[in-house]
């Protein structure tokens, strides 16, 4: 699906967090956020920007799968949009906040998406790529393709495959407690140091039956 997106009126929108109207370089702060949500998404991205000093498209700012187009003035902008809808292009979803653009792609059976839909869609996406990520990456899973030592791939519940914090074993330990092995295995007496006084009888003693065996030899 190709995402047809009406660039200043989604910034005004105010759903996009650290990016406003009122920047400098607002356009700019916008593309570098569709360049990273077009990492998770397959289809092209084309922004179109308004009040653009020199209209036509921007080499500077498209790539990485974003086409970036500036337009005059609001309304040579949203003749573009109108344009676009009007050729019917397969897969094309339109976003913008603009009733009468929502009305005209809805005349062409072109789906809509307003700016806070857009904002969950393309955020969701990447959360789930990052946590994907994360996993793969884990320490102890053996790399992202999931092979331990040797390129060999590490099953389930063997130690490659299994990689627990010290902060996530307590946490197991005080829901389910300690396991049976540890349970059953007994506890350590703690020897105590002999004192002189026993210390010293044991040295008599040994010493009265060394003297015994001797008398008996002699017999």
């Known amino acids: 699906m190709s995402l047809l997106i ?6 005004g929108s105010g759903v996009l967090e650290g990016i406003s109207l009122e ?3 607002d356009e700019k702060l916008f593309v570098s956020r569709l ?12 922004v179109i920007f308004d009040r653009g000093i020199v209209g036509g498209a921007s080499r500077e ?15 040579e902008a949203d003749d573009w ?9 397969q897969g094309l979803i339109v976003v913008t906040n603009d009733w009468a653009l929502r009305k005209e792609a809805e005349l062409y059976d072109i789906e809509t ?26 320490p102890g899973s053996g790399g ?7 390129g060999a ?27 049976d092995v540890v349970a059953k295995r007994p506890a350590q007496v703690k020897r105590r140091a002999p004192s002189p006084s026993s210390a010293a009888f044991s040295r008599d003693r040994d010493a009265l039956r060394k003297r015994l065996k001797g008398k008996q030899r002699k017999r």
């Open 6 to 11: 009406d660039g200043h009126n989604i910034i």
């Open 35 to 46: 360049r990273v949500w077009r990492s998770n998404y397959k289809g092209k991205m084309t």
């Open 81 to 89: 949009i109108r344009r676009r809808i009007q050729r019917r292009p």
């Open 153 to 179: 791939l590490a099953e389930e519940g063997e130690e490659s495959h299994v990689s627990l914090s010290d902060s996530e074993v307590t946490e197991w330990m005080d829901v389910f407690g300690p396991s």
């Open 113 to 138: 998406w307003e700016a806070e839909e857009f904002v969950q869609r393309m955020e969701s996406r990447r959360g789930r790529h990052d946590a994907a990520h994360v996993g793969a990456s884990r």
């Open 61 to 75: 700012l498209s790539g990485g799968g974003v086409e970036v187009i500036f337009a005059r003035n609001p309304q």
């Open 23 to 25: 920047d400098e370089n």
């Open 144 to 150: 992202p393709d999931g092979k331990g030592e040797g």
